[in-house]
């Protein structure tokens, strides 16, 4: 199984970085194949709607990050996305980032349009988690509603959201043994749907 993990955070070294170490631990610690991005070291450029993609099956707009990104993403049983929320929703990064999988998308000329997704029938999986500040969960807004909603029309079955409260300051989840625990319990969760156990 090959899972691949997507940091939003612009701190390369921060909360989000670590709990994402935790998660694709879990994975690796039964035998799967699990790889880390950080957004923070790509250029990607938001969706401007030209729809080439409709027509070329890929993003042909921009060669950016996403053009790495994209065979990397066909080639992953499961994604991990991860972001720190940044007023009440994920970064900008990963916005760009969960936009440019609209890339995925067939769509039929009918009005309104029926779609499906070219992910779709690998029975994919996903987890995502939200970074906040708060102690409220309220306060973590729409973050994992907007890290788990665009996953499941393309294909993907989220089988764990994780919030994630009273984390600001850089680093500062290593110190919460039972949030790492959770990420880890999160990886190893992954691996078992994907195993099917």
Known sequence: MKVLGIS?????????????????RGVSDVGGEASAVSLSEYVIAGCVGCERCRRDLTCTRFNDGMT????????????????PVYHYNVTSQMKAFI??????????DERPRGYSSRLAGRERKAVVF???EQADPADLGVAL?????????????????L???????PG??????????????????????LSGA
């Open 99 to 108: 936009d440019r999988l609209y890339a995925f998308y067939d769509f039929t």
């Open 8 to 24: 939003g955070s612009p701190r390369a070294r921060g909360n989000t970085a670590r709990l994402l170490t935790e998660v694709l």
């Open 68 to 83: 790495l990104l994209y065979p990397r993403i066909v080639e992953a049983d499961a994604l991990v996305l991860g972001s």
């Open 130 to 132: 939200a970074v906040g």
């Open 163 to 169: 919030p994630v409260l009273n984390c600001f300051e």
């Open 172 to 193: 500062i989840v290593g110190k919460k043994k039972e949030v790492l625990e959770q990420a880890y319990r999160c990886g190893r969760d992954l691996a078992a749907a």
């Open 145 to 161: 509603e907007a890290l788990s909603l665009p996953l499941r029309p393309l294909g993907y079955e989220v089988v764990a959201e």
